[in-house]
């Protein structure tokens, strides 16, 4: 490659990565706004998400040569030459099924532009070929997740871009570290890290403020900006933003997002197994948090595969049911549907009810009966289903209407995880346009050493501590942050950062919230199975309810299928707080 020397730097500085994307059709502006903003020595974008694993698939079900974020592609196509000026390097995911196909099409917009830029794309994720060999049955999707040493030895190499299928989350941002400081496999605090650094960015302005419980206390006069992170050679890193945006950084906003989307104290990747329980957080001035201690070890043998199927089509229906006798119209309702629809449909019926008691305004007057129906082919659950509902609009319960007329047949999609040995997955790096290929091996899972003990809660005593009690909402002492992994809820707890007596709340609040309590405050999860992991570093635990979502987000009938405010409904339960906390 020409356009960059393929050295490793050898400087003992940070290196400073920014994100300008946390999802799928997260704000399209972002790249030019990190570019323009602030100094970066690289630029990452997290575009993948097991739902748009899914999306993806049915895009290249209709054209082969899709499969990638289109967005991305138009986002390049405005700042590619901005990025090459300011020399900062570009990483992303956003390759997803078909990462070849979006280095090809970067290539093509370069050469358009008449710019040196050189494009390297990391593959091997892709396993759908080998589904059957490797047991996975028929799918729409497989890929594995790969780690970050493909993307590192495509900036040695020399790459301006760096664009990926499926790779953790948080390898975009380990990988230029890596290349950045030279980090071998074994440097397992240092990567431990620099993995902490990306889980704390990738999710772009869930780090600034966004989908934050304290968000009143955020500047909100301008958009959330998105975060950067300032990653060291011991692994340690700083959190913060362009000067100028909206939101902030805080304590709690990076607690919020280490919170996010994890399970237990060991938090798993390709290339380090993490101890999120062993890190500390420090403010060091407004919009800057440093993130320090964080150990790590081996990683493990097996990596995750995300598996994606179709299984069968769906449509879905809202009735609004008002004022008196709300139980009754949604028996009528639901015998009238049932009888009419055609036996191969399966119904799910949801009542909701948001009714209140001598309501002032119509909507508090009523409550929403929705109908998810579902079946092998797109027939039944098409115009048959709508028909049956609309049909009986005038021979129904008095009131009746729909918060929208009914679609057409949806393909309904499942998720489920499994698990290959590393070393079954190819993980390769290509350059654009010459082809040249550079295999990367898997990582050697043995580690000589222990892992890192974590903070143990400091033992709790019980209510008998305390004085007296009021009966209030959990969200006046405590955050939260909830989100899904696959059928999985998954609630973080804390106590705020600045809280006056924050030791004390953290002690009550571990003794709160056992698995039978998240039970009996979340009715939803009485049947479930619900794990509970302390981490006293982060001032509070995370709550994982396995099963909430079913079959997983594209599937999920629930109401909130991604579990995204789980966190907040867990907040607004009233339970017995120590009056000593309000002081």
Known sequence: ??????????????????????????????????????????????????????????????????GYAKTFLRQAQDCLALAKDKGVRIVTNAGGLNPAGLAEALHRVAAEQGLDVAVAFVDGDDLRARADELGF??????????????????????????????????????????????????????????????????????????????????????????????????????????????????????????????????????????????????????????????????????????????????????????????????????AQVESAVDPAVTLE???????????PTQAQASAILRCDARAAEAGPVGRPFSDAVIQV???????????????????????????????????????V???TTTPIPPPDPRDERSPAPGGDAEPVEGAARFGSFARRPLGEVAYARSG?????????VWIPADHPRRDLAVDWLLGLLDAETVRALLPEAADLDVEIHPLPNLGGLNVVIHGLLGEGVASSTRFDPQAKAVGEWLRSRHVDIPEELFA
């Not at 009746?400 to 309904?412: D, E, I, L």
């Not at 899904?484 to 973080?492: E, I, P, R, T, Y």
Request: glycine share 14%.
């Open 433 to 435: 346009p010459d082809g």
């Open 484 to 492: 899904d992994k696959g059928g999985d809820a998954n609630v973080g």
């Open 1 to 66: 490659m020409t356009s960059q020397e393929a050295t490793v730097s050898d400087t003992t500085g940070p290196v400073r990565i920014g994100n300008c994307s946390g999802y799928y059709g997260d704000r399209l502006s972002a790249m030019r706004e990190m570019l323009e903003g602030g100094d970066l020595d690289y630029l990452t974008g997290d575009y993948l998400a097991e739902l748009t694993m899914l999306i993806l698939g049915r895009d290249q079900l209709k054209d082969p040569t899709l």
């Open 393 to 431: 609009a005038l021979a129904s319960y008095p009131g009746f209407y729909v918060t929208r007329p009914p679609g057409g047949a949806s393909p309904v999609g499942v998720y489920r995880a499994a698990y290959v040995d590393q070393g079954e997955v190819p993980h390769r790096v290509r350059l």
């Open 349 to 359: 019926w949801h009542l909701d009810r948001t009714d209140v008691v001598d309501p």
């Open 137 to 334: 049955g028929g799918v729409l999707t497989a890929n594995a997740y790969l780690g970050a040493f493909g993307i590192a030895e495509a900036l040695r190499q020399g790459a301006d871009v760096v664009v990926t299928g499926r790779v953790t989350d948080a390898s975009v941002v380990l990988g230029p570290a890596i290349a950045h400081h030279g980090w071998g496999r074994d440097a397992f605090d240092e990567l431990a890290g620099a993995v902490v650094a990306g889980h704390v960015i990738e999710c772009g302005t869930q780090a600034t403020g966004g989908n934050f419980a304290g968000f009143e206390s955020l500047d909100l006069s301008a958009p959330l900006g998105f975060p950067w992170a300032e990653v060291a050679a011991d692994g340690s890193s700083v959190i913060g933003k362009h000067e100028g945006t909206g939101g902030a950084v805080t304590v709690d906003t990076v607690t919020a997002q280490l919170m996010y989307e994890i399970q237990g104290p060991e938090y798993l990747n390709p290339d380090v197994t993490v101890r999120l329980d062993t890190m500390t957080l420090t403010q060091q001035e407004p919009d800057r948090v440093l993130i320090s201690g964080v150990t790590g070890s081996a990683p493990p043998s097996t990596t995750k595969v995300c598996l994606n199927t179709l299984s069968g089509f769906r449509n879905t229906v809202e009735l609004v049911l008002t004022g008196l006798q709300i139980e009754q119209k949604a028996a009528w309702v639901r």
